[in-house]
T-cell receptor, first 111, second 114 residues
Framework: QKEVEQDPGPLSVPEGAIVSLNCTYSNSAFQYFMWYRQYSRKGPELLMYTYSSGNKEDGRFTAQVDKSSKYISLFIRDSQPSDSATYLCAGRNTGFQKLVFGTGTRLLVSP | DTGVSQDPRHKITKRGQNVTFRCDPISEHNRLYWYRQTLGQGPEFLTYFQNEAQLEKSRLLSDRFSAERPKGSFSTLEIQRTEQGDSAMYLC????????????FGPGTRLTVT
């Protein structure tokens, strides 16, 4: 079993939809959680970064972490075709630097 | 552009050849990381440096792989006697030395071993 699990998709939505992307993880020591966006053949771009459980909002993006259920979510409001990319979630232990990534979910937003 | 830079962006090599990649981190970042990403997978951690010191290495980093950061600035990753299974995107990231600091990635070097 992988430490971080993601549905690879693709997830297809129409422009303007609310998108929900999810991950589960198994390592209860994870304290830091990230979402990265990766366009084809590019490096990952940091979108959201959260510590422990709770919500964090930045523009159209909201990240949620529920440590009791080991569940991480990213919500995208008013989705745009330019949001079409692969979204990677990752977790990290306190005191360690290694990020553990999921496989990524491919999102397609159609105009 | 003050982000992480990597060179070359693409490398095609024949099996058995040695290759070397370079990473230049964000200028004030003391930590530098190497990851590998294969098609359809998320990045996998290889190793990281704090200044010149290599502090952690993954079991993925076989003895054919060596990474250096001689002056605590740029880093190189060398793969000796390349194999077809080494074909992947090699990603570099950097961060500040601070509890919970974020890692910022470069554009990657895509290696194809023929």
């Amino acid at each position: 079993q992988k430490e971080v699990e993601q549905d690879p998709g693709p997830l297809s939505v129409p422009e303007g939809a609310i998108v929900s992307l999810n991950c589960t993880y198994s390592n209860s020591a994870f304290q830091y959680f990230m979402w990265y966006r990766q366009y084809s053949r590019k490096g990952p771009e940091l979108l959201m970064y959260t510590y422990s459980s709770g919500n964090k909002e930045d523009g159209r993006f909201t990240a949620q972490v529920d440590k009791s259920s080991k569940y991480i979510s990213l919500f995208i409001r008013d989705s745009q075709p330019s949001d079409s990319a692969t979204y990677l979630c990752a977790g990290r232990n306190t005191g360690f630097q290694k990020l553990v990534f999921g496989t990524g979910t491919r999102l397609l937003v159609s105009p | 552009d003050t982000g992480v830079s990597q060179d070359p962006r693409h490398k095609i090599t024949k099996r058995g050849q040695n290759v070397t990649f370079r990473c230049d981190p964000i200028s004030e970042h003391n930590r530098l990381y190497w990851y590998r990403q294969t098609l359809g997978q998320g990045p996998e951690f290889l190793t990281y440096f704090q200044n010149e010191a290599q502090l952690e290495k993954s079991r993925l980093l076989s003895d054919r792989f060596s990474a250096e950061r001689p002056k605590g600035s740029f880093s190189t990753l060398e793969i000796q006697r390349t194999e077809q299974g080494d074909s992947a995107m090699y990603l570099c990231a950097s961060s500040l030395v601070r509890q919970g600091s974020e890692q910022y990635f470069g554009p990657g070097t895509r290696l194809t071993v023929t």
